[in-house]
């Protein structure tokens, strides 16, 4: 393609909410046969919220938030704001206090820990609670499988080394995504779904956006690995995504990401509209095959 043809392609991208960084992210576009999608906030809508509440002890709801909320509003994740959401709701006033964290950690891809009230509160997924050598019991096993396989996040609290209850929380797919990744099938483009989030969760909404190839319980890291003989794109919006948004061929990150993904990327969707990675492909597609 001419360099007029590439600044041409680059301003009708940008006209069109597709902020293309460069010619090279424009002539790496059509030659992408797969698509890494990351889950959270990129096929589904990113803003969790909590539907379901499991005790196994005898422990009355609002002091169970109380302590999981003091924990959790220590934490920028999305599933921490979804739990402090929902626990500020059980209380009638405006401003409630949650009470003292001490020792605050957080792990990231697993979950929180702290100090309430000299209670150690371990709140996260399954293999948080493994590698802190907590027991998870039967009961709690078959509650983790029936929420997974509604496709909502379960949540494990622990209190004292002892699994005291499980929060379920949901997080819906966009309305188009099943679209744009069928789209894509018939544009000869391999969709995969990638996320930090459990097996169960990851199939079942896999499943609904029409994903077969799924990467579930990875770390950042593995977010980034490359798969040979193809030409990858990435799209991704939040901070553990952006190794894998460098590392791609292309790189499309969501334009209401974090602005740690928008730098990582070569291409941003501004609209944040799925469909726009069809529009991006289609761009780079039209300008580099006409002219060979
Ligand atoms: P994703 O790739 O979906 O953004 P992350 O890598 O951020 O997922 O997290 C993976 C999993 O770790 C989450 O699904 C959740 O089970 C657990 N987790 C992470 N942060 C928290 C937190 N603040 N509170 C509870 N659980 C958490
Ligand atoms: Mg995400």
């Known amino acids: 393609a001419t360099p007029t043809a590439v600044m041409v392609a680059t301003g009708v991208g940008a006209s069109q909410g597709v902020l293309i960084k ?7 576009a059509h030659k992408v046969d797969c698509i890494v999608f990351d889950k959270t906030g990129t096929l589904t809508i990113g803003k969790p919220v909590v539907v379901n509440t499991r005790l196994l002890k005898n422990m009355v709801l609002r002091e169970f938030y109380d302590y999981v909320a003091a924990a959790e509003d220590n934490s920028e994740h999305p599933l921490a704001k979804a739990i402090v959401e929902h626990a500020k709701k059980l209380h009638s006033e405006e401003n409630h206090i949650w009470p003292e964290a001490r020792d605050f950690i957080s792990v990231p891809g697993h979950g929180v820990k702290a100090n309430i009230s000299d ?3 371990i709140v996260g997924n399954k293999s948080f609670m493994l590698s802190s050598s907590i027991d998870i019991p039967l009961e709690a096993l078959e509650i983790l499988t029936e929420e997974e396989e509604k496709a ?8 004292d080394q002892e699994v005291v209850g499980i929060i379920s929380v949901s997080d819906p797919i966009k309305p188009n995504a099943n679209d744009v990744i069928s789209y894509l099938k018939s544009m000869n483009v391999e969709s995969i779904m990638v996320t930090g989030d459990n097996w169960g969760t990851a199939n079942a909404i896999g499943k609904e956006v029409g994903i077969e190839k799924i990467i579930a319980e990875a770390k950042p890291e593995q977010k980034a690995e490359k798969l040979s003989g ?6 991704g919006d939040g ?5 894998a948004l460098v590392s791609a061929d292309v790189g499309l990150a969501i334009g209401a990401g974090t602005d740690v993904a928008i730098e990582a990327a070569d291409i941003v969707l501004m609209k944040s509209n799925l469909e726009d990675v069809v529009t991006a492909i289609d761009l780079s597609r039209k300008t580099f095959f006409r002219i060979r």
């Open 230 to 235: 193809k030409t990858v794109a990435m799209v």
């Open 119 to 121: 209670n150690i509160l």
């Open 152 to 159: 909502q996040t379960a949540i494990i609290v622990a209190m």
């Open 22 to 28: 460069g010619g090279q992210a424009l002539e790496s």
């Open 239 to 243: 901070i553990n995504d952006s190794p």
